[in-house]
């Protein structure tokens, strides 16, 4: 009776949620840990058509057992498997990137099989303690409300069946149908912060509220549906603005949208949040200077220009100092320099300079702290030249100088000196630049 009433439980949830269509292939993520155990069983018992997507870590001595128990399983039930060694790199990263691994694995026999659905065997229990261990180490949102019963990656649709009973329930399934499963020895060690949550503060909640995982699930749900609101306004803010935020709109926005679409964007740039993170790039964006930036972690860069804020890779400023003789031709960034004594045609650009006021070399450089230019109208410097002219920092850092004999009669395309303009126009040569 107990084994129907567990069958119907899970059936129900699926209906409800519309998790699953009828008789559809899915993917089952298994361990042979009793949780995906029973969940085999059931899916199998609804009529589902099962793949199972075994992954071996290697890192324990049963790994192979249970290899070879999930082989023989699934010939036993005469169901399609496969199955992927995964080895510990013991990198920084590893955990982060063995779930991505797995994940990718289990898109892969879906794609395979042609299955819509990969499956995994998350509970209550897993839930509650998803929402603890978040609360603990902190993070946004989506991971306050720890799992979801179901989830989108591509067109494949991963489904949390068991989110609707507890670890005992599954545990009594088990007991009842004589199930066998594989215990991983690492769920009993406290080094572990999700197994002391289980086993010490999971059970003290329980003892406060009996219903604590039911109440937490509830919570789960509620911060699911205030996400996936907050989520969607964040997508459209997003595809309005070519996923670049537009400060002046941005600034009106209520905070927890604010702080989303900063998420958002981390997200997609696949950098770490953190609750400390997106307040600090909030902050900087709500800031009155016109420009600055945030070193982020993996090469990238949080930078603010005037109206504009986004995320971009890190690239180390080059320092650029060329000298330009008469008759050699110079390379920069995309253009190339070179002098010549004839007129340039019509579409060429190009400077006209007076030879006999020119001492070879010239020099292209970039920027330097008190740099200045002689105007018709005075002396002014580059600093606030660029300020005035609204260049971001990068095109500043970008912009090319030239100069004579040690006094700038040029910053390439933005402004000419006023010896230039009152240069001689006898023996003239000129400095053609060109877009390669």
Not at 16 to 35: C, M, Q, R, T, W
Not at 154 to 169: A, D, Q, S
Not at 295 to 314: E, M, P, Q, S
Request: with cysteine; proline share 2%; hydrophobic share 40%.
């Amino acid at each position: 009776m107990e084994v129907m009433k567990m069958i119907n439980k899970v059936q129900s949830f699926i209906k409800e949620n519309k998790l699953i269509e009828p008789h559809a292939k899915i993917v089952l993520a298994f361990s042979y840990g009793v949780d995906s155990r029973v969940l085999l069983d059931i899916l199998i018992k609804l009529g589902y058509e099962v793949i199972i997507a075994h992954v071996n870590h290697k890192h324990r001595l049963q790994s192979e057992l249970e290899e070879d128990e999930a082989i023989s399983l699934a010939k036993r039930l005469n169901i399609n498997y496969e199955v992927m060694h995964l080895v510990e790199d013991h990198s920084k990263n590893f955990h982060a990137d063995a779930h991505n691994k797995r994940y990718d694995f289990f898109m892969q026999v879906a794609k395979k099989y042609n299955a819509n659905y990969i499956a995994t065997a998350h509970h209550l229990n897993d839930n509650a303690e998803t929402i603890l261990l978040n609360l603990i180490r902190g993070s946004n949102l989506y991971g306050y409300g720890g799992i979801n019963i179901t989830q989108k990656r591509n067109n494949i649709t991963i489904v949390r069946p068991l989110m609707c009973v507890t670890k005992k329930e599954i545990k009594t399934y088990q007991e009842v149908n004589n199930l066998t499963y594989y215990e991983d020895s690492s769920n009993s060690e406290d080094e572990f912060r999700r197994n002391r949550i289980r086993h010490h503060i999971l059970p003290l909640l329980e003892n406060e509220n009996p219903n604590i995982l039911k109440e937490l699930n509830n919570y789960s749900k509620m911060m699911h549906e205030a996400f996936s609101f907050i989520r969607n306004m964040s997508i459209t803010y997003l595809n309005e603005h070519n996923n670049i935020i537009d400060v002046e709109s941005f600034k009106i926005l209520d905070n927890a949208l604010k702080k989303d679409i900063i998420s958002l964007i981390l997200e997609k740039k696949e950098i770490e949040r953190s609750y400390n993170l997106i307040n600090l790039i909030l902050n900087n964006i709500m800031d009155k200077a016109p420009q600055n930036e945030i070193t982020l972690h993996d090469g990238f860069i949080f930078k603010k220009r005037y109206n504009k804020a986004f995320i971009d890779v890190k690239n180390e400023k080059v320092e650029n100092y060329h000298k330009l003789y008469e008759n050699n031709v110079i390379y920069i960034q995309n253009l190339r320099f070179y002098f010549t004594k004839n007129l340039p045609n019509s579409s060429a650009n190009y400077l006209k300079l007076c030879y006999n006021e020119l001492v070879f070399p010239l020099v292209l450089r970039n920027r330097r702290d008190g740099d200045t230019i002689e105007m018709t109208y005075g002396h002014k410097k580059i600093k606030k030249l660029f300020m005035d002219l609204h260049l971001t920092k990068e095109e500043r850092d970008n912009a090319l100088i030239l100069e004579n004999n040690g006094e700038i009669l040029w910053v390439v395309n933005l402004a000419k000196s006023k010896r230039l303009t009152e240069m001689k126009s006898s023996g003239d040569i000129y400095l053609v630049y060109e877009v390669i």
